[in-house]
Structure formats: structure tokens, C-alpha cells
């Protein structure tokens, strides 16, 4: 039927003032024709879309979805900001709740918390909005600065450090968005943020990694270094490495790391033992090398204290 074929979330009410009637909408709703949101929300069954989000896919479209239940009950304009567009731009929100849809209204005060919902008000100049699923969004740079306003340091350097692996966004985009967000709530925090965040960590587990670090107290390591042995022959690329006599490398081992270095046909062990020839490699070549994995960035002291030993730190 064509009344849940549009491009919006539809209303109940909107629904059966058209003609359609309660048997109708819960045979929609039974088919997939409609996905319901909340109570008395709908959404057509084709705008679901899988993308780049917090976690799987589906916890992107259920984020998704409640972003355009809320925006349909709101009655004032609003743009999706904060987690909730950092969601929507795919900036790897880690390890925070995503229970809350993150909306702001371009106005100094009237801010308010519901149990799905935090309506934020702040200023909003039209640079600042962008367009992300046919939403109204804030830009990659005032979301990083919102959410480094708002959430703890690690989570934000995480969300930080991917936005700066897209195209088009830079260091000195986020500084220009910290500018602009001078004297509110949350902006020192932010500066830090900023200050600590570096687009060559490739992933959440680098970026955690590298907070890790500086929480320990360890120099800061050159990051995506390239290895030559002393013939000038190249090695490999590693995520962590420090000068020293011998050269330290560090190594951040997640799952998903080595489904990204599969090549058409490998299977899992091929990937292994390759990445066991390059450790070996990259020992013969005069290197320590420390590995360690998601656990580890749990309960980082003992790696903390190897690496200390080995960099005579």
C-alpha cells in the first residue's frame, strides 16, 4: 500500500485518520512492510539500511530506527548530534550506551533528559549541519568536539581518531569546531581530546592502545612505522614502534585485524602463520617485539611493565 511506501517514520494516528485500519497496520507490521519504532511510530520496512556504526550492523539500524522515532515525535527542528550522529557518521562510538537517541537545538537553554532521549541546546551555524541517511546530522567536527565534551577521555579519542581517518577531516577542522565551542560545558576536556587524537591509529583496539600508553607513563611511539632491515629491504608495517637499542615494536592483536588481512582464497591460518614469518622477520632484524589483545588493553600493567623493561624506561 502506498500510504507506507514514503521516505518518513509514520504515525498511528496519521495512519488510521488516512483510512487505514488497525487490522491493516498490524498485517503491515506482520508482513515487514512496517517496522515499528515505538508506540504508535512506524517506519517502511525499505529504509532500513545496514551501514557503518556503532558494533554490527543491526545495532546501526536499530540506532538508526530510533533516531527516526524520535525525530517524528519532536515538534521542534532539531539535528542529530552528539553519539547519535557520531553513530550515524560512522565513527566507531565505543563502549557507550546507545540507549539514548542525541538531538540539538540551535538555542542557548532549553535542554532536557528523557529516558530515550537527550535534547541538548546549544548554537548551530549551517556549516555545522550535514546530511547523513536523509537526516539532518552535525558535521564531523562538531560531533567529535560534542561528544569529547560529554564522554570520558578513552571513548572519546576512539571516536577522535576515526574521524580523522575520514576524507576531509582534519586536525585543524577540529581545532576551528573547539573554537566555536569557547566557554561551554565540557571544552577543556575536549582540547585534550583533540590534542591526543591521531588519525594513524587504524582501529578502536590502536586507539585504546595508545591511550593505554600514555596512561602508563611510556614514551610516545611512532605509529604505522615502516621496518627496513639494514640492507633497506622492507619488512612490514607495525602499529607501535620506539628507538632504542634494540628497537621496540608494539603490536595490537583484535579478531578483526586478521579477517581484514584474509586475500581472496586464504583462510584464517594462512594469516597466522604469515604474521608468525613477519615477527620473525622483524626479530631477525633487531626488533623486540610485544604483542597483546583486547584482554590485555583490560588489565594493560603487565604489558606496561615489558615494555618499560625492554625500552629501559
Same mark, same amino acid.
Given at each position: ?7 518518513? %517514520? ?15 497496520? !498490524?498485517?503491515? #507490521? ?11 511510530? !512506524? ?27 524520535? /525525530? ?74 560534542? #561528544? ?36 561551554? %560545558? ?7 581530546? #583533540?590534542?591526543?587524537?591521531? +588519525? ?16 602508563? +607513563? ?9 621496518? #627496513? ?26 579478531? +578483526? ?10 583462510? %584464517? ?37 615489558? /615494555?618499560?623493561?625492554?625500552?629501559? !624506561?
Amino acid at each position: 500500500m502506498d500510504l507506507w511506501t514514503g521516505s518518513a %517514520p509514520l504515525r498511528r494516528a496519521d495512519l488510521l485518520a488516512a483510512g487505514v485500519s488497525a487490522k491493516e497496520l !498490524y498485517g503491515a #507490521v506482520a508482513a515487514g512492510h512496517l517496522t515499528r519504532l515505538r508506540r504508535g511510530i !512506524y517506519l517502511p520496512a525499505r529504509l532500513r539500511s545496514s551501514g557503518a556504526g556503532p558494533g554490527a550492523p543491526d545495532e546501526f539500524d536499530r540506532h538508526l530506527d530510533a533516531v527516526r522515532g524520535a /525525530l517524528c515525535r519532536l515538534h521542534t527542528p532539531v539535528v542529530v548530534s552528539h553519539l547519535s550522529a557520531a553513530a550515524l557518521h560512522g565513527l566507531e562510538p565505543w563502549g557507550l550506551p546507545m540507549r539514548r537517541v542525541h538531538v540539538t537545538r540551535d538555542r542557548p537553554t532549553g535542554a532536557r533528559r528523557r529516558s530515550d532521549l537527550d535534547l541538548h541546546a546549544s548554537p548551530l551555524t549551517s556549516g555545522e549541519i550535514v546530511s547523513r541517511h536523509g537526516i539532518a546530522v552535525t558535521s564531523v567536527p562538531r560531533t567529535v568536539v560534542d #561528544v569529547a565534551r560529554s564522554v570520558p577521555f578513552e571513548q572519546a579519542v576512539v571516536v577522535a581518531d576515526a574521524a580523522l581517518r575520514l576524507e576531509g577531516a582534519t586536525v585543524g577542522s577540529l581545532h576551528d569546531a573547539l573554537h566555536r565551542a569557547r566557554g561551554w %560545558p565540557g571544552v577543556t576536556a575536549a582540547e585534550r581530546v #583533540v590534542r591526543f587524537a591521531d +588519525g594513524r591509529s587504524a582501529s578502536v583496539g590502536e586507539s585504546r592502545s595508545r591511550v593505554r600508553i600514555h596512561q602508563a +607513563g611510556l614514551p610516545v611511539p611512532d605509529l604505522q612505522h615502516n621496518v #627496513v632491515d639494514s640492507g633497506g629491504e622492507w619488512l612490514a608495517r607495525v602499529d607501535f614502534r620506539w628507538d632504542g637499542t634494540p628497537p621496540v615494536i608494539g603490536e595490537f592483536d583484535g579478531k +578483526g585485524k586478521y579477517g581484514r588481512m584474509l586475500r581472496p582464497g586464504q583462510k %584464517p591460518g594462512d594469516v597466522v602463520f604469515e604474521e608468525k614469518r613477519r615477527e620473525d622477520a622483524l626479530r631477525r632484524a633487531g626488533s623486540e617485539v610485544v604483542r597483546w589483545t583486547w584482554d590485555d588493553l583490560d588489565e594493560f600493567a603487565p604489558t606496561a611493565a615489558h /615494555l618499560r623493561r625492554l625500552l629501559r !624506561y
